[in-house]
């Protein structure tokens, strides 16, 4: 019932946001377009759909050949403008998934945020003029910038074919804008996920887009020490802070036994106070804390330092994996930087 009452809203959602698609297609709004390679990572939905994994996958891809940049809008930061991180960042200054690309690569990725991705590009190739190809995250919206390349992602557990427009569901846009995407990316699939069932999604998305269609799944590595300890307990406190918070909650589940989980919103600042309940209670229960690496980039702070004197603290990184054709993707992605760099 309350989401056919929002269902108006919806309707003058979709006018507004074709609207805007239709002048920029046609050119009557500008869209910038660069000489050095631009891949984006996005989707249509909002909330987690496993963009900061994807954007570690390509990292790794072309971080081999070529000198690579972030650009992320930097959501959550208590600064604005256009940065390049550095030592002296943290996540209140760039972001929780910049800081946690910074904390993971370092130096060997220039990590740059700006909510201005038309500006800020031209920023990063004055200031590192070694950089060879940029990876710009979450801004399949962002229409000011024309990508070499689109990576559009759709969660398994919330396919966009069987979203609906805000206010009634999460998309960001019409169902048909997926087809600016050169590749569609199903993320997040169970492991076991069969060649039947991938059909099927397939066929759902080929109503809207005929672009290749990928299926990945999320690993999970083993628990990695924020503090100095180093026994995985396997009693376990589970502190996240992100969209959607499932999977995870369910792989811990499956490998560890879960005690507690204290769910804070996406992007959660974290306080004293918080940390005090969750070591209060870890220390009663005689438990591990366990967070995400997103999480970690915020709690591995020297304000939290007095936490982890007395409890455990660890956090589960990822990675993004392929189940099949991987290297049919790995192949598109790299062909297109190619081109671009000579």
């Known amino acids: 019932m309350f989401r056919f009452l929002l269902f108006p809203f919806a309707v003058l959602f979709d006018l507004v946001t074709s609207i805007r698609n239709s002048l920029y297609e046609r050119g009557y709004k500008p869209s910038a377009s660069f000489d050095l390679p631009v891949i984006s990572v996005g989707n249509l939905a909002v909330g987690g759909t496993g963009k900061t994994p994807m954007i570690e996958y390509l990292i790794r891809l072309l971080s081999k050949h070529y000198k690579i940049a972030t650009l992320s809008r930097g959501y959550g930061r208590e600064t604005s403008g256009i940065r390049i991180a550095a030592n002296t960042d943290s996540a209140s200054t760039i972001g929780d998934e910049p800081f946690q690309l910074y904390r993971k690569f370092g130096e060997s990725v220039k990590v740059c945020v700006g909510e201005e991705r038309a500006l800020a590009i031209p920023f990063i190739i004055d200031q ?86 990928f299926f990945s799944v999320i690993r999970y590595g083993d628990p990695v020490a924020i503090n100095t300890y180093s026994k995985i307990d396997e009693r376990v406190i589970l502190v996240t802070g992100i969209a959607n918070h499932k999977p995870i909650e369910d792989y811990v589940a499956k490998h560890f036994k879960l005690i507690h989980h204290f769910l804070f919103p996406d992007h959660h600042s974290y306080t004293n106070e918080d940390l005090k309940k969750i070591t209060a209670f870890a220390e009663k229960e005689n438990a591990m804390v366990l967070t995400t690496e997103k999480d970690a980039a915020k709690l591995d702070s020297p304000p939290f330092a007095y936490a982890y004197d007395y409890i455990p603290f660890f956090y589960l990184p990822i990675q993004s994996e392929f189940l099949k054709n991987g290297k049919d993707f790995d192949e598109m992605v790299l062909s297109v930087v190619k081109q671009h760099v000579s």
């Not at 950089?131 to 962002?142: A, P």
Request: aromatic residues 6%; glycine residues 4%; negative net charge.
């Open 128 to 213: 590192a003029e070694e950089t060879e190809v940029i990876l710009l995250d979450d801004s399949f919206q962002h229409r000011k910038v024309k990508p070499s390349f689109q990576v559009v992602l759709t969660d398994y557990n919330n396919l966009f074919t069987k979203d609906w427009l805000m206010p009634v569901g999460r998309l960001r846009e019409s169902r048909r804008g997926i087809d600016r995407a050169d590749v569609v990316v199903v993320t997040k699939c169970p492991p076991e996920l069969g060649n039947e069932e991938m059909l099927e999604i397939e066929k759902s998305i080929r109503q809207y887009t005929s672009k290749p269609v």
